[in-house]
């Protein structure tokens, strides 16, 4: 696995003792890992998460592909543009009467 050149692409990310892992071959979904430590115990778990990666592409190369309905943007836009009005309404009645507003 990993192309015939072996080629593979490790991403590691480190931040406040945490790290993240990506191992991603050509033609093949990315494979995530979490850990804690230091650099050094990253790197140490590297071949590990390789041989992992590996083994998860000789079953299936992609993750599966979403079979259930996503929902619409429209009634998510819909829903906004009510919270928006609703919102710029509140503000507006407690600006009349000669009060100042808040904000």
């Given at each position: 696995?990993?192309?015939q050149n072996?080629?593979?692409k490790l991403v590691?990310?480190?931040k406040g003792g945490k790290a993240q892992v990506g191992v991603q071959a050509p033609e093949c979904d990315p494979v995530?890992?979490?850990l804690e430590g230091d650099l050094g115990a990253v790197l140490s778990g590297v071949p590990g998460f390789v041989e992992e990666a590996r083994r998860r592409w000789e079953t299936s190369k992609l993750?599966?592909?979403c079979e259930t309905?996503?929902?619409s943007q429209a009634e998510a836009a819909a829903a906004a543009t009510r919270a928006s009005t609703a919102s710029r309404s509140r503000r507006s009645s407690?600006?009349?009467g000669g009060s100042t507003p808040m904000f």
């Open positions: 696995m990993g192309g072996g080629e593979l590691i990310s480190l995530f890992f979490g993750n599966p592909e309905p996503l929902p407690t600006t009349q």
